[in-house]
């Protein structure tokens, strides 16, 4: 009876290699991150029965790749006790993450399962390995079976000594692996709404102020003083430069398609979402253009600000100095002139320059999921249907496996 020839693009888990590993006659190299009880077991068996040289493992020794489930510590202590017995060892290389057996003139190049995250593929329709006939021989060269032996090998040249392994037992009681096929569970939830952060930064021009020294103002009344010192604007509401068109932009935004969940913030429908961000572009590009008219028009305004602040203040100025000026500049004989210059400079440095001034301005938007802990909260879902009465249903959730789609129709149940 004619044989079905063997799948080139294959399946590589327990079952198949286990089954390959039995049919070994000369030799058999196994390497991967670590190795299951299952195909510890074939090796075991195949290795007693072999010359002890015959055969190769290298694996990974360590404690993460067993909390990640490529492996058992059971299979990494069976293999260890059984090559100790024969005189033989099995081999470390750190960092491998691909999985190669060679039996006999077979080889098997496959990807290895990290069972924390998926089971292992059972069927040809989930292919994880590609068989290659004899080994390339620079792949034997790199194992140490090549012509020169391990004279050439570059892999697996420390052994895995007791120790080591004892090593890992330690860091695994520390912190044990989960069970990994409840860790593969997760609860899949898909929010029709969404937490949305929307700010203007830089824009508000009308909220500058300068800090004018105070002994500029000795001569003026307290009330004055107070007045001058603490309110005094770049910018007033009413100014051409105030953002206040660009704020009623925002808002008109806001109420179009934004919620409010109090004591949240902000949502939107997904739905809704496109059509926020286009309107969205719009305040973008209206930002953009109100700073460009600032960086045009500030250095004029703050030329005809410092003016009027300077005739404001010149006069009680001039009649009584600060004693700093009259200390570094000054005689007792004040020269209007002098003192109406030094006052000038003084209220431009206060005032500052146009790009001192203008930092970056930007509209920006954050979309943030909905938790499932929130979707959980039975107040914050009274809040949020208040918030969204159209929507018949707020969530739906369907219990999932990691590291795979799940078919269609399986959800569980929606809120």
Known sequence: MNREPQRAVTVANDQTMAEMIRQAERRIIFMAPAVTQAVALALVHKWQSLPADAVTVIV?????????????????????????????????????????????????????????????????????????????????????????????????????????????????????????????????????????????????????????PTDLLLALDETTQKKIHTTYKLIENGDALSCRGLMEDRNRLVKMHLRYIPGHGAVIERTAKQKFLEDFQKLQEAVDAFGEQIRKSLKAKLEERCKALHAQLLPVVTKQPPERWKRSVFTKDDNPAAISERLLEELAEAFGTADQLIGKMDAAVVFKAVTYESLRDQKFMELARAAFPALKQLYDEETAVKGRMTPPGTAKGAA
């Open 60 to 212: 990974d020794v360590s404690a993460d790749v067993l909390r990640l489930g490529y492996g058992d510590l059971t299979a990494l202590q069976l293999l260890e006790s059984t090559a100790a017995g024969l005189g033989a060892t099995i081999d470390k290389q750190k960092g491998i993450r691909i999985g190669l057996l060679i039996v006999d003139d077979e080889t098997l190049v496959y990807s290895p399962t990290a069972r924390l995250i998926e089971a292992g593929p059972k069927q040809q329709e989930t292919p994880n390995a590609i068989r290659l006939g004899l080994p390339p021989a620079g792949v034997e060269r790199d194992l140490g079976a090549g012509p020169e032996g391990v004279k050439e090998r570059t892999l697996g040249l420390d052994k895995a000594a007791r120790r080591d392994i004892q090593q890992v037992e330690e860091e695994l009681k520390v912190c044990p692996p989960q069970e990994f096929n409840v860790a593969r569970q997760v609860m899949v939830f898909n929010a029709y709404f969404e937490f949305v952060e929307l700010t203007l930064t830089g824009i508000y021009m009308q909220r500058k102020t300068i800090q004018i």
